[in-house]
């Protein structure tokens, strides 16, 4: 027996139950149903993004167009973008930021560890090197070399065709209105890990206490 479709779903009223479901839950929280709808919209819109962000599709074409999957792959075209990149790209109001391997691990949010390795690997691959800190001399810091940032600066320049050729067919308006929100929206995922327990307390408990109570917990 094949799975049910979708659209089946949605006719009889699976998907849009537990949709109606939430929206009632969230009510009850104090959040009207007009943005709880929204919510459920962006959400949808995040989780298709999260997968395509995932297959990291421009990064690939970059390296594949430039004849460079061979020599760098995505995992390590991030820690050289973390390298290169200025600490306000990853969120730092430090315009002179001293890039460490604690510092790539910091911005690509990996264990120190697997930071360490990926960035050994790029020094042995001669895309990156190790320096003495100006400020400390007991600190060492990592840098790009030439190649590495010849690689960094084409990968940049490919997405940047690209993207701009997408917004170029956008209005004025609609760039005037995204750019600002989509930033608004990016910083408050920054925060959103600490709302519910701090904002919603009692809801935060009594779903605790229901999932205690469901069977299979160790």
């Given at each position: 027996m094949s799975a049910p479709r979708a659209d089946d779903l949605l006719e009889d009223?699976?998907?849009?139950?537990r949709?109606?479901?939430?929206?009632?839950?969230l009510e009850e929280a104090g959040i009207d149903s007009r943005t709880s709808t929204a919510a459920l919209e962006i959400d949808d819109v995040l989780q298709?993004?999260?997968?395509?962000?995932?297959?990291?599709?421009?990064?690939?074409?970059?390296?594949?167009a430039f004849g460079l999957a061979e020599e760098v792959d995505l995992a390590q075209l991030d820690v050289m973008m973390a390298i290169w990149a200025p600490a306000s790209t990853f969120g730092s109001d430090d315009a002179e930021e001293e890039v460490m391997v604690s510092t790539v691990a910091a911005r690509l949010r990996i264990d120190p560890s697997r930071a360490s390795r990926l960035t050994s690997d790029l020094i042995a691959r001669g895309l990156a090197r190790r320096t003495v800190s100006q400020r400390d001399a007991r600190r060492t810091l990592v840098?790009?070399?030439?190649?590495?940032?010849?690689?960094i600066e084409a990968v940049r320049q490919f997405k940047f065709l690209v993207l701009g050729e997408f917004?170029?067919?956008?209005?004025?308006?609609?760039l005037a209105l995204f750019v600002p929100l989509f930033e608004r929206f990016v910083t408050w995922t920054e925060e959103a890990g600490d709302i519910g327990n701090n904002r919603f307390p009692d809801e935060i408990n009594a779903i605790?206490?229901?999932l205690a109570q469901v069977p299979g917990a160790s």
């Open positions: 009223g699976t998907i849009a139950g949709n109606t479901e939430l929206t009632n839950f298709q993004w999260r997968r395509r962000v995932n297959k990291r599709e421009l990064g690939s074409a970059a390296l594949a840098e790009l070399t030439e190649r590495g940032t010849a690689i917004l170029s067919g956008w209005s004025e308006e609609e605790s206490a229901r």
